[in-house]
T-cell receptor, first 116, second 113 residues
Framework: AQSVTQLDSQVPVFEEAPVELRCNYS??????LFWYVQYPNQGLQLLLK??????LVKGINGFEAEFNKSQTSFHLRKPSVHISDTAEYFC??????????????FGKGTTLSVSS | DVKVTQSSRYLVKRTGEKVFLECVQD?????MFWYRQDPGLGLRLIYF???????EKGDIPEGYSVSREKKERFSLILESASTNQTSMYLC????????????FGEGSRLTVL
């Protein structure tokens, strides 16, 4: 069975500092990987996704993530964060094509707190 | 823009009451999902549906049922609410051929007293 582990529950950083949010997954088959963001009092929105091809994926708001198959990781990075990046971030995995009969499995989330 | 609308942002119910949470999407998505979000536990899948009248159990279906009579509407039903069902409930939808790109509603925060 597939699972997702987000290694840090909370990450505090100062504004303009770089940040990395870590995500590891377990699956015996090929996977699709996603990062979602949830701003306070809002629903989740897609930040970026890896389906195939280049292992470095760029998303919205300057975020990027790198798929590492040998380490079964999909860490999220941003070189310089802003106060507005304060939110909860969720890593998610789907085995193969997430079409009929499949659903995403989410990690427990990482709260990113950016202070000035 | 895709819009997923959950009927109530906040509900307060009493133990034993029957609770309906409604979700409507306006993008003709085949797939619809109900997740439960709790602090420290992330999102857990309750049920999902990939077609009208079709449903699949997720990881935590106990105490819940669902209904999908029309493509755009997916309802979550708590037959007899209990205090351990106090939570944030998130509805999402997606096309069947767009792997994992879910569109979420803003959530329904349910408190069971």
């Amino acid at each position: 069975a597939q699972s997702v582990t987000q290694l840090d529950s909370q990450v505090p950083v100062f504004e303009e500092a770089p940040v990395e949010l870590r995500c590891n997954y377990s699956s015996s088959v090929s996977v699709y990987l996603f990062w979602y963001v949830q701003y306070p009092n809002q629903g989740l929105q897609l930040l970026l996704k890896y389906l195939s091809g280049s292992t470095l994926v760029k998303g919205i708001n300057g975020f990027e993530a790198e798929f590492n198959k040998s380490q079964t990781s999909f860490h999220l990075r941003k070189p310089s964060v802003h106060i507005s990046d304060t939110a909860e971030y969720f890593c998610a995995v789907s085995e193969g094509q997430a079409g009929a009969g499949t659903a995403l499995i989410f990690g427990k989330g990482t709260t990113l707190s950016v202070s000035s | 823009d895709v819009k997923v609308t959950q009927s109530s942002r906040y509900l307060v119910k009493r133990t034993g009451e029957k609770v309906f949470l409604e979700c409507v999407q306006d993008m003709d998505h085949e797939n619809m999902f109900w997740y439960r979000q709790d602090p420290g536990l992330g999102l857990r899948l309750i049920y999902f549906s990939y077609d009208v009248k079709m449903k699949e159990k997720g990881d935590i279906p106990e105490g819940y049922s669902v209904s999908r009579e029309k493509k755009e509407r997916f309802s979550l039903i708590l037959e007899s609410a209990s205090t351990n069902q106090t939570s944030m409930y998130l509805c999402a939808s997606s096309f069947s051929n767009q792997a994992g790109e879910l569109f979420f509603g803003e959530g329904s925060r349910l408190t069971v007293l």
